[in-house]
């Protein structure tokens, strides 16, 4: 019971931070100005890991580098302290293709999450500034979708292609994982 209670409350924080960076990531490589309540929110939760990276791994084109990074150890310190808790002294070596699948299933569930306040939004007519910030970071992943699915009644079925593609990625990559551990 410990151990679970501590996996959750590992996989929350490693979430939460993890998540943050791959935004802030995301956010730089759509060009979505960080001036808003979510880019601040953003930079406070990662301005102690992203900056010192960034003078080790400066930034390339328009890719974050260090934020991705930042993830990638983030989820990595996350497997290690779980690794201790178990008591394995063997397979430690595991810890960076645990953290790569960990990191691959963190894209995908914030990406499910940002889609799906995406599509909440949709529905109700808001003049949040948050609404134009989610719209640009939505607008290119759903792009290829629109243009093959059309308009059903005058309802935009992009979102709903897009969560099912993220679900079948989640479920292979969740196949992917026990094939490679094993």
């Avoid at 008591?87 to 960076?96: H, Q």
């Amino acid at each position: 019971m410990l151990f679970q209670i501590t996996s959750f409350l590992l996989d929350i924080a490693a979430g939460l931070f993890g998540g943050a960076c791959l935004l802030r990531m995301y956010m730089q490589y759509q060009r979505v100005p960080f001036g808003n309540p979510v880019g601040r929110f953003v930079f406070a939760l990662t301005d102690w890991l992203v900056p010192p990276l960034r003078r080790i791994l400066p930034t390339r084109g328009r890719v974050d580098i260090a934020s991705l990074l930042g993830a990638f150890l983030i989820e990595m310190a996350q497997y290690a302290v779980l690794w201790v808790l178990v008591g394995r002294a063997t397979g430690i070596g595991l810890l960076p293709l645990l953290a790569l699948f960990g990191l691959v299933r963190l894209v995908i569930s914030g990406l499910t999450g940002l889609v799906i306040v995406y599509a909440i939004l949709s529905w109700v007519q808001s003049d949040s500034p948050l609404v134009e910030l989610i719209d640009r970071l939505c607008e290119p992943l759903l792009r290829p979708f629109r243009r093959r699915i059309p308009l059903v009644g005058g309802i935009d079925l992009s979102p709903l292609a897009l969560l099912v593609l993220l679900q079948v990625a989640a479920i292979v990559l969740g196949y992917l994982q026990a094939a490679v551990l094993r």
